[in-house]
């Protein structure tokens, strides 16, 4: 049971921090969202809030590469249209009250410590990322900045979603870079 408090208190955390940011998860709105005892706070977390933040950014990272990796043997466009599907559901099912935990935390910690590990979610993504569209078929050397180029547009276009409350933007963001990436493997046909 104490595995599941420990858990339900991480994924709680993730779920505030993606709808409201640092400043509005606090281990009372944790306490408050995943029904966990109040004892068990520091129990878990002994270091405090950083170390649960640190714990839900993690997490969040460890799902997305998961999500990734099922696209493995894709082509490199499967696996960019796939990455970005799963950023548009998220702001279409949540009515655009979601973003990126990671990038909540990122910009709002004080902290040197759990920057430097939302900095170790995004290298993971970009590494993941490249691996799998090197072997869906882009050029080693392209892969990298490519991989770099979803992550940006795609929490560049859930931003700007939110803000207009409308998926507009985070479409165009993800027709341009699917035609980007359609001209790199030479599948864009246009002249």
């Known amino acids: 049971m104490a595995r599941d408090t420990r858990q339900q208190m991480i994924d709680g955390t993730e779920y505030l921090l993606a709808r409201g940011g640092l400043a509005q998860t606090s281990f009372a ?5 995943t029904g966990a005892p109040r ?3 520091y129990h878990h977390f002994p270091e405090g809030k950083d170390q649960l933040v640190s714990a839900a950014v993690a997490a969040s990272g460890a799902r997305s590469i998961a999500r990734a990796r099922a696209s493995q043997g894709e082509s490199a466009e499967v696996i960019a249209q796939r990455f970005f599907a799963e950023w548009s559901l998220m702001l279409t099912s949540t009515n655009f009250s979601a973003g990126c935990p990671v990038v909540a935390v990122t910009t709002s910690t004080d902290s040197s410590d759990v920057l430097d590990d939302t900095a170790q979610v995004f290298r993971t993504w970009r590494e993941e990322l490249s691996s799998l569209l090197v072997e869906g078929g882009l050029s080693e050397d392209r892969a990298p900045g490519i991989a770099a180029t979803l992550i940006a ?4 276009g859930v931003v700007m979603s939110r803000a207009e409350q409308s998926i507009e933007p985070f479409d165009l963001v993800t027709e341009e870079v699917l035609a980007h990436i359609a001209v790199l493997t030479g599948k864009d046909e246009r002249p």
Do not use: D, Q
């Not at 709105?29 to 969202?33: A, D, R």
């Not at 547009?153 to 560049?156: I, K, L, N, R, V």
């Open 29 to 33: 709105t944790v306490l408050e969202h």
């Open 39 to 41: 004892g068990s706070i």
């Open 153 to 156: 547009a795609a929490e560049g």
